[in-house]
């Protein structure tokens, strides 16, 4: 029953938010391309529940830029002011409302990581996976980018195992204030995350 009451929250919250916030988009579209060029929207294959993968939209906020070999710049380099001012907002994580909509995220629950880390997690890690990615999550609200990554693993394990209702409401209004503060944008010397290369060797504590 709680993941009814969550999946039918997430489907009345997410399609009213894509109708109030309409006018949002068309100005964010607008800037996007007149500072970035097209395209507008940034997709990328991540692994929803049980690490099945699923096409995630966000709004980009990086320039298209290679080096010699054709191999994508860090991410420091291809973060533009514009881009750095998106994402303190978070307001390039919009369209994934539309993900949440169609059901393969929900609004709280762990984020949505990278394809190539499936591998590299361990039993207790995988545990994230047991329930659908979400646009913001515990782990979120504690830290976000700046906290490491066991202490993000952790976060996100215990949410999936204390998940309700409430919590996910308690998770949305400390997200709201935590975007106006603009806390744990990123971890420090880090436009964003420090990629994970893995440490099976760790297990829960």
């Not at 993968?53 to 420091?76: N, V, Y």
């Not at 913001?136 to 949410?159: C, E, H, L, M, P």
């Not at 998770?171 to 990123?186: A, P």
Request: hydrophobic share 40%; aromatic share 12%.
């Amino acid at each position: 029953m709680n993941m009814l009451i969550k999946r039918l929250f997430d489907i009345a919250a997410s399609a009213a938010a894509l109708v109030l916030l309409a006018p949002v988009f068309l100005v964010l579209v607008y800037l996007i391309r007149k500072n970035l060029g097209s395209p507008v929207f940034f997709t990328q294959e991540r692994p929803g529940r049980n690490g099945k993968p699923f096409k995630m939209i966000k709004f980009r906020s990086m320039r298209d830029a290679a080096d010699a070999s054709g191999k994508p710049l860090p991410d420091s380099e291809r973060l533009t002011p514009f881009g750095r001012k998106l994402r303190a907002t978070s307001l390039d994580e919009l369209p994934e409302l539309w993900n949440v909509l169609k059901g393969d995220m929900s609004l709280v629950g762990p984020r949505p990581l990278l394809m190539h880390y499936l591998p590299l997690y361990n039993a207790f890690q995988y545990r994230r996976h047991e329930m659908k990615p979400g646009i913001t999550g515990w782990a979120q609200v504690n830290g976000r980018n700046a906290i490491s990554w066991d202490d993000k693993f952790k976060y996100d394990v215990w949410y999936i195992d204390n998940h309700s209702f409430w919590l996910d409401i308690k998770i949305l209004c400390l997200t709201v204030k935590k975007v106006f503060v603009r806390e744990g944008i990123s971890a420090e010397g880090e436009a964003t995350m420090p990629y994970f290369t893995g440490n099976n060797h760790h297990e829960k504590k």
